[in-house]
Nanobody, 124 residues
Framework: QVQLVESGGGLVQAGGSLRLSCAAS????????MGWFRQAPGKEREFVAA????????AYGDSVKGRFTISRDNAKNTVYLQMNSLKPEDTAVYYC?????????????????WGQGTQVTVSS
């Protein structure tokens, strides 16, 4: 069983930055593929970013490319999402997810474990 706990959300002005963290329990964290998704009110869950377990290969949603960066620290069992140049349309609940196959999936249904989410609000 894996538990994921997100932190770092909050209120920020447009153009600002935030860094989200996702702390994972479990001895095999380094073998999981990790992803970030977000969901705004009335919208479907959207892929943000993902990272493989075995190498730094990453994937990003089109709406965040060039602004967001995903990274991981396996020694700390933590994955990060650095968000720069934030826009009001980035406002959403951000979820961390893990998959046991170690892949950087962009499809939410391929993830096995989910955190509770952290709210990010970007004011204009």
């Amino acid at each position: 069983q894996v538990q994921l706990v997100e932190s770092g959300g909050g209120l920020v002005q447009a153009g600002g930055s935030l860094r989200l963290s996702c702390a994972a329990s479990g001895r095999t964290f380094s073998s999981y593929g990790m992803g970030w998704f977000r969901q705004a009110p009335g919208k479907e869950r959207e892929f943000v970013a993902a990272i493989r377990w075995s190498d730094p290969k990453t994937a990003y949603g089109d709406s965040v490319k060039g602004r967001f960066t995903i990274s991981r620290d396996n020694a700390k069992n933590t994955v990060y999402l650095q968000m720069n140049s934030l826009k009001p349309e980035d406002t959403a609940v951000y979820y961390c997810a893990a998959n046991i196959r170690g892949r950087a999936y962009s499809t939410s249904g391929l993830y096995d474990y989910w955190g509770q989410g952290t709210q990010v609000t970007v004011s204009s």
